[in-house]
């Protein structure tokens, strides 16, 4: 009986792990890929004036497609609450989350969630109206702030300001864009959220320049896309097309140039885009996907620029986004 008991658990864990292999194969079976993403905040995941979702987890999810599929529009958006993200991907609703998640230990280790390489270093900050006067996080001492459901942002508010012997009220929302409405009328003194995402918000607010960001952020916030444990496959593929994508600004790869590059001669560019070497196979995908996915979105700089950076209303700068050798974090492992 025993050894019937563990052999039917021993199938169940082999029909599971075989189940969380699949998804690079029903990606290219269902020929659309199916992406997490926010419910919306400008510069990462918002749909514009033709309902066409635009932003950097957008260009992730486009260029995912794009490696996969030859075809960056096929993706299919699934707007999600910041409650909601993790398990509509553990339940297989979604194919991979690009959704301003921020890579925790717990995340990594209570989930059945794999983590992905950071691909925006963000931190925890506070938005506050100008003529409130406050200058720093201590100045909130006694605020009301408003915060989202669900995010990492409760538990580091909690964290800090216990530690710094401040006082605060929560205000906790499960959807952003109430919170956005109750800040922008007055039912609490800040509100706080990763600072880029403050950024996006604040730009679409009725009179942006009633508000500012503190220069002060409380926590480090890693973004970065989710899969499943165990479907190595996939998780490797999403990890490798950001590699790509970093890569491709090292060298000079441009969205513009990355075709006339290919039929280059420098044998790194060329391995990476597929003009040589045979490195399409050992992920199950097109030699040429890096190039299919620069062509789509360009490269990391590019992708930040256009939609967070110097090239949006958000004008971000690179900070710790920035390449390596440039001073920032961002370091692609060697395509040998
Ligand atoms: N990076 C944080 C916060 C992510 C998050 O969900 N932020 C909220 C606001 S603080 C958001 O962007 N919501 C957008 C939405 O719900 O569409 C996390 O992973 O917990």
């Known amino acids: 009986m025993k050894r019937l008991i563990l052999a039917a658990v021993a199938a169940l864990a082999f029909t599971g792990a075989a189940q969380a292999q699949q998804t690079l194969a029903a990606v290219k079976a269902r020929g659309t890929l199916i992406c997490g993403v926010s419910q919306g905040f400008a510069g990462f995941s918002a749909p ?5 979702y635009r932003g950097l987890d957008v260009d992730y999810c486009r260029a995912v497609a794009a490696a996969v599929l030859g075809d960056a529009s096929k993706v299919r958006y699934v707007p999600l ?3 909601a993200r993790f398990t509509a991907l553990q339940g297989g609703e979604i194919d991979v989350l690009f959704r ?5 230990y717990s995340r990594a280790t209570g989930l059945g969630l794999a983590q ?3 691909n925006f270093y963000d931190g925890q900050g506070f938005a506050v109206r100008r003529d409130a006067n406050v200058r720093n996080v201590a100045g909130l001492d006694g605020a009301t702030i408003c915060v989202a459901q669900g995010t ?3 538990l580091n508010l909690g964290d800090t300001f216990r530690s710094r012997n401040l006082k605060f009220s929560p205000v906790v929302f499960e959807r952003i864009d109430t919170m956005y409405e109750a800040f922008y009328a007055g039912r609490c003194d800040a509100m706080t959220q990763d600072a880029s995402a403050l950024a996006g918000a604040l730009v679409s607010a009725r009179n942006p320049a009633a508000y500012m960001v503190l220069p ?3 926590s ?3 973004l970065g896309p989710f899969t499943r444990n165990g479907d190595v496959q996939w998780t490797n593929t999403i990890a490798w097309i950001h590699n790509a994508l970093v890569e491709a600004e090292e060298y000079g790869v441009t969205q513009a140039n990355a075709q006339a590059q290919a039929a280059g001669t420098n044998p790194t560019i060329q391995r990476l885009l597929g003009a040589t070497g045979e490195f399409g196979k050992t992920l199950g995908l097109d030699n040429a996907w890096a190039l299919h996915a620069i062509r789509a979105v360009g490269n990391y700089g590019e992708i930040f620029e256009r939609n967070v950076g110097q090239g949006s209303p ?3 700068a690179r900070g710790l986004n920035g390449l390596w050798n440039h001073g920032g974090l961002m370091y692609a492992i060697p395509f040998r």
Not at 48 to 52: F, K, V
Request: aromatic share 0%.
């Open 48 to 52: 514009d004036s033709r309902g066409e």
């Open 314 to 316: 958000l004008k971000l």
């Open 152 to 154: 990492t942002h409760e």
């Open 116 to 118: 992905g390489p950071v």
């Open 220 to 222: 480090k916030e890693p």
């Open 81 to 83: 609450t910041a409650q």
């Open 100 to 104: 301003n998640s921020t890579q925790t």
């Open 216 to 218: 002060e952020t409380i």
